[in-house]
């Protein structure tokens, strides 16, 4: 289960999963969809030293990429940002979280969390959908919020290849985001009848997946309302063990780290409940 950290893998043609490590045993990935001398490469992993050696792979390659592709402000998917001398494609409100959050997130460049790496904001922005060309491969960026409200997606329709980002993830989490629109991608991407998954973290996975993380914010949900119904305190709803709504089966497969993505959840779902939606 645990990664080793910077793996790379070539998961269908030209579609390059790389991995490096995190806080969170299951690591996180970055993408590179390579076509000829052309690429799109999708975030850009956590450890400065990882995203530069991303970099540079992608460089040995013969490679200078065409795009680069934020899918959601999280500074462990676009700490390597100024590593790039591209476009950097992210959904419209994208600049913003990062302007807010990089100075606590990361700090300055001599900040150890930056490594040396500065902010660099993306600057090709776009709202609902977007299409792009990669050596006549359409690459469609959709917006799919939840994880995050910035959150976006890349579907290469030929294929039905979705990448991501962190709209799924082994367990879902919208602690920085909000439950139901994070039920509403699932079900987007769910149409899309994806063939293959690349998640932000972890194993990519195929979209049978989906229904049991929908059934999870749901059942999280119900939970909240019930609890809230009964006069239970945040406190004792916090204590929601995540077997009572996984099954026990996925609960074993998680890496360590999901516990607390799960108690996020709890956090965020209960405070949504009280806008009483
Ligand atoms: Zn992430």
Redesign the pocket.
């Known amino acids: 289960m645990v990664r080793e950290p910077y793996d790379e893998e070539e998961v269908a043609e030209g579609v390059w999963q790389i991995s490096g490590s995190h806080d969170w045993d299951a690591g996180?990935n970055a993408v590179a969809l390579v076509s000829g001398t052309h690429a799109f490469v999708v975030d850009n992993l956590y450890r400065p030293g990882d995203a530069r050696r991303l970099f540079k792979r992608i460089q040995s390659w013969g490679i200078e990429p065409d795009a680069l592709v934020n899918t959601h402000w999280?500074t462990?998917?676009t700490i390597g940002n100024c590593l790039f001398d591209c476009p950097i494609w992210a959904h419209v409100t994208g600049p913003k979280y990062l302007k807010r959050y990089w100075p606590k997130w990361v700090g300055g460049p001599r900040d150890r969390r930056a490594g040396g790496l500065r902010l660099k904001l993306p600057d090709h922005l776009f709202d609902r959908r977007v299409s792009l060309d990669l050596e006549g491969a359409e690459v469609q960026l959709i917006h799919v919020p939840g994880h995050t409200p910035d959150s976006i997606g890349v579907f290469l329709p030929d294929r039905r290849i979705f990448i991501a980002?962190?709209t799924v993830m082994d367990l879902p989490f919208v602690l920085f985001g909000d439950s139901l629109e994070e039920i509403r991608s699932l079900r987007r991407i769910q149409r899309l009848r994806p063939r293959m998954i690349l998640q932000?973290?972890g194993r990519p996975c195929s979209g049978t997946r989906l229904a049991g993380d929908i059934r999870y914010l749901q059942r999280v949900r119900e939970e909240a309302r019930e609890a809230r119904r009964a006069g239970l305190s945040k406190e004792k709803f916090l204590e929601t063990p995540l077997e009572r709504v996984l099954p026990s089966r996925r609960c074993r497969a998680l890496a360590k780290g999901y516990s607390e993505a799960h108690h996020g959840n709890l956090w965020k779902i209960w405070n949504e409940m009280s806008s009483a939606r």
Request: a negative charge.
């Open positions: 996180v999280h462990d998917h980002g962190d932000g973290h």
